[in-house]
């Protein structure tokens, strides 16, 4: 048990308020794939924290090339014409490692910013290009986008938009994982009122649902055909996660805009990114008085940019893309022994490192809550996992070793147990 402080006044996003104020969990420490909590017990970072601790903890290497970037130039913005070095090496290095030639990079601070920065330049873009009225945005149900304005308003998890009054309008969701019914939608809709379809390659927050085969390249032809702009939201999967940098390399795929976050600095500091297709900048980059009123205080954060672009030469140098996909055969076979628990009913995955353990229909019947009494009776085993609706997600640092691997779904079996 974690000696962990009590009565906070630290609000925790998405928690029970009322039951977590007296019980939190403590973390630390951190160092590779291990985590420790206050009274120095250690867990296997079984989720890199929140999807995104790709090169694992405790890296020197980014936190002395954040702090000789601190003693250089700590921060200065880059509204108008201004600029700093680290802010132009990232946006050259991201852009070449894009999968479309040519493109932009436009920085933030995290993921649902970046969502609310693609949302707003597609609208833009169409009004540019002469067809104001192009403003509605599909996306996915259960689709995750987070929770800022549009990203709430585009995303498909319907508690998520509960209670939070009139949100943009001009959104509507398809079945998750049906090219169809996007096919449906745009002509129910008509093309030339929509902007945007936005798209995790692999479902993240929603429940952890890999794509049916042929259905990206799928929509992605549809959004095409229509002109619609395909956006392909890789904040999960970027950096390694499926084996490539942007995710939908896999799937042969050139979105017209990428959203980023999370794997791009490990965590280490707060960025997110957009990676725009030429053409989609072009009205904004070659026509005069014509700019982009969007962005904020720490775009093109310095230090955030030193630190991102010490993490990108770890994923190089330690080949940790290829790792991702040596890992992904052995994650699967693990997580796929626990089909056999009966408190099991389906095992998802099988792209890159990142799974799923959905729990049998008769115990979700008999307490929904019991994902979340799996995932502590599993921390009590010495690995964090995370619930997700009414499954089990994994998704460890690119570094693990197929013996951690191995321990993680151990420790699933073993709290299953402790379930009954
Ligand atoms: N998009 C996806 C697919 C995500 O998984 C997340 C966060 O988990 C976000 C957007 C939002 O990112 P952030 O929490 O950095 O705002």
Request: with cysteine.
């Amino acid at each position: 048990m974690s000696t962990a402080p009590r009565n906070t006044a630290l609000w925790h996003p998405f928690a029970d308020m009322s039951q977590v104020k007296n019980d939190q969990f403590c973390v630390s420490k951190a160092d590779g794939v291990w985590i420790y909590d206050q009274a120095g017990r250690r867990y296997l970072d079984g989720t890199a924290s929140l999807w995104y601790a790709n090169v694992g903890h405790g890296r020197t290497e980014i936190v002395e090339a954040a702090a000789a970037q601190m003693r250089e130039l700590e921060s200065y913005f880059v509204f108008n014409d201004f600029t700093n070095p680290p802010a132009e090496a990232l946006a050259d290095r991201l852009s070449q490692l894009a999968p479309m030639e040519g493109a932009k990079i436009f920085l933030t601070t995290g993921g649902g910013e970046s969502i609310d920065t693609a949302a707003k330049l597609a609208r833009q873009y169409w009004a540019q290009r002469g067809q104001p009225q192009r403003t509605h945005i599909l996306s996915r149900g259960n689709a995750y986008h987070g929770t800022n304005g549009m990203g709430t308003s585009i995303g498909g998890i319907e508690a998520n938009q509960s209670g939070f009054g009139q949100l943009v309008p001009e959104a509507s969701r398809v079945a998750h994982d049906d090219a169809e019914s996007l096919r449906e939608a745009i002509d129910r809709l008509g093309a030339d009122r929509v902007a945007a379809f936005f798209a995790e390659p692999v479902m993240g927050a929603g429940g952890l649902y890999p794509p049916e085969p042929g259905y990206l390249e799928a929509v992605a032809k549809i959004c095409a055909e229509h002109e619609i702009l395909f956006v392909a939201d890789s904040v999960i999967c970027g950096f390694g996660r499926v084996g490539s940098w942007f995710g939908v390399e896999r799937w042969g795929l050139q979105p017209d805009m990428i959203t980023f976050a999370k794997g791009v600095t490990s965590g280490y500091l707060p960025l997110g990114g957009v990676v725009i297709a030429e053409r989609v900048a072009e009205p904004f980059w070659n026509h005069p008085g014509r700019p982009f009123r969007h962005g904020a205080t720490y775009s093109g954060h310095p230090t955030v940019a030193a630190a991102a672009l010490a993490n990108i030469d770890i994923l190089e140098r330690e080949k940790l893309l290829p790792r991702a996909d040596e890992l992904e055969r052995p994650l699967h076979d693990a997580l796929r022994q626990l089909a056999d628990h009966p408190a099991v009913g389906e095992v998802r995955g099988g792209v890159g490192l990142l799974g799923a353990v959905e729990l049998a229909p008769d115990l979700l019947a008999a307490d929904p809550g019991a994902p979340t009494r799996a995932q502590l009776a599993i921390r009590d085993f010495g690995v964090i996992v995370r619930p997700l609706g009414k499954a089990l997600a994994v998704s460890p640092p690119l570094i693990i070793s197929e013996s951690e691997i191995e321990l993680i779904s151990k420790a699933m079996w073993e709290g299953l147990d402790a379930l009954a």
